[in-house]
Every structure is written in structure tokens, then in C-alpha cells.
């Protein structure tokens, strides 16, 4: 194994839970985003808060742009920062992103929707089919994203093996 190769699985095992970090915030805000824009600005299917007046809702869903953003700027600034840092794994942002992104939507379509009500997917509709599509979704990419991070563990005891022996 290269110097160099070595020099980079060491900064990713030294970097592993930003790398992880960077990815869940990247993924929870880039789909916060993405629910923002779709479902309340452009199909105008429910605001953040639906049970109080429309200035209210517009309120709620600019605070909830706002979290959004917060959640994927500072993802990237944690990118940025592996980045500069030759520590940058992708496999891991990838599987943090999925994570995020699914637990997001896992938790927006049970606690949100269900548990405090605060809004619904759409109304006056049956709902089960956007809900089964909608939590069926998040269990997936969360499924996906645990999957990618098991297998970069995997691969970084794989690499830690190497490094070993070729010292």
C-alpha cells in the first residue's frame, strides 16, 4: 500500500464521525429542503403548521426553510473542512446523507404528521397511500444509508489490516 494511500485511510479513521456528521446534516437538511419546496411552495399541498392562519403558516414554513438551510450549510462547511483535510470519505457522507435524510422523513411522517398533527401530507385525499409512499421511503434510504456506512467500516478494518502488514 502507497504513503499516500495509508496518509488517507488514517485521516479517515481519524475523521470518521464528521465524515459521518457532515453527511446526516447534509441529508436531514437537504431533504427538509426539498420537502419545503415541493410540497409547500410549489403544490402548496400544507404549510410547516396548519393549524392556525395562512400568515401563520408562511411564518412556520420560513423558520422551517431557515432550519433547513442551517442543517445544509453546516454540512458543507463539515465537507469543506474534511475536504482541506484529505480525510473527505465518500462512502461514509453518502451513507450519513441517506441516514439523515430518511430519519428526517421518518420522523416528519410519524411525530409530525401523526403524532403532533401539525400537518398532513395533503388533504382531502386518502392519506394511506402518501403515508406508506412517504414512511416506506424514509425506511429505505434509512436501510440504504446503514447499509453504506456498515460497508465503509468494513472496508476501513480491511485497510487498518494492510496498513499493518505493510508496516
Same mark, same amino acid.
Given at each position: 500500500?502507497?504513503?499516500?494511500?495509508?496518509?488517507? *485511510?488514517?485521516? !479517515?479513521?481519524s475523521?470518521?464521525?464528521?465524515?459521518?456528521?457532515?453527511?446526516?446534516l447534509?441529508?436531514?437538511?437537504?431533504?427538509?429542503?426539498l420537502?419545503?419546496?415541493?410540497?409547500?411552495?410549489?403544490?402548496?399541498?400544507?404549510?410547516?403548521?396548519?393549524?392556525?392562519?395562512?400568515?401563520?403558516?408562511?411564518?412556520?414554513? @420560513?423558520?422551517?426553510?431557515?432550519?433547513?438551510?442551517?442543517?445544509?450549510? @453546516?454540512?458543507?462547511?463539515?465537507?469543506?473542512?474534511? !475536504?482541506?483535510?484529505?480525510?473527505?470519505?465518500?462512502?461514509?457522507?453518502?451513507?450519513?446523507?441517506?441516514?439523515? @435524510?430518511?430519519?428526517?422523513?421518518?420522523?416528519?411522517?410519524?411525530?409530525?404528521?401523526?403524532?403532533?398533527?401539525?400537518?398532513?401530507? !395533503?388533504?382531502?385525499?386518502?392519506?394511506?397511500?402518501?403515508?406508506?409512499? *412517504?414512511?416506506?421511503?424514509?425506511?429505505?434510504?434509512?436501510?440504504?444509508?446503514?447499509?453504506?456506512?456498515?460497508?465503509?467500516?468494513?472496508?476501513? !478494518?480491511?485497510?487498518?489490516?494492510?496498513?499493518?502488514?505493510?508496516?
Amino acid at each position: 500500500m502507497a504513503e499516500s494511500q495509508v496518509i488517507n *485511510w488514517t485521516n !479517515r479513521k481519524s475523521y470518521q464521525k464528521r465524515n459521518l456528521w457532515a453527511g446526516i446534516l447534509f441529508g436531514l437538511g437537504f431533504v427538509a429542503f426539498l420537502d419545503e419546496t415541493l410540497f409547500h411552495q410549489l403544490l402548496h399541498w400544507h404549510k410547516f403548521y396548519d393549524k392556525s392562519t395562512v400568515a401563520v403558516g408562511l411564518v412556520s414554513d @420560513g423558520l422551517f426553510h431557515a432550519f433547513s438551510w442551517f442543517a445544509t450549510v @453546516g454540512g458543507l462547511f463539515l465537507v469543506a473542512d474534511l !475536504r482541506r483535510r484529505n480525510a473527505l470519505w465518500h462512502k461514509m457522507f453518502w451513507g450519513g446523507k441517506l441516514l439523515g @435524510g430518511g430519519a428526517f422523513q421518518l420522523y416528519d411522517g410519524t411525530i409530525q404528521h401523526k403524532v403532533m398533527r401539525i400537518h398532513q401530507i !395533503r388533504y382531502h385525499v386518502d392519506i394511506v397511500p402518501y403515508d406508506v409512499v *412517504w414512511n416506506g421511503s424514509a425506511i429505505v434510504m434509512i436501510a440504504a444509508g446503514l447499509l453504506l456506512i456498515k460497508s465503509a467500516r468494513q472496508n476501513a !478494518r480491511s485497510a487498518e489490516r494492510l496498513v499493518l502488514h505493510a508496516t
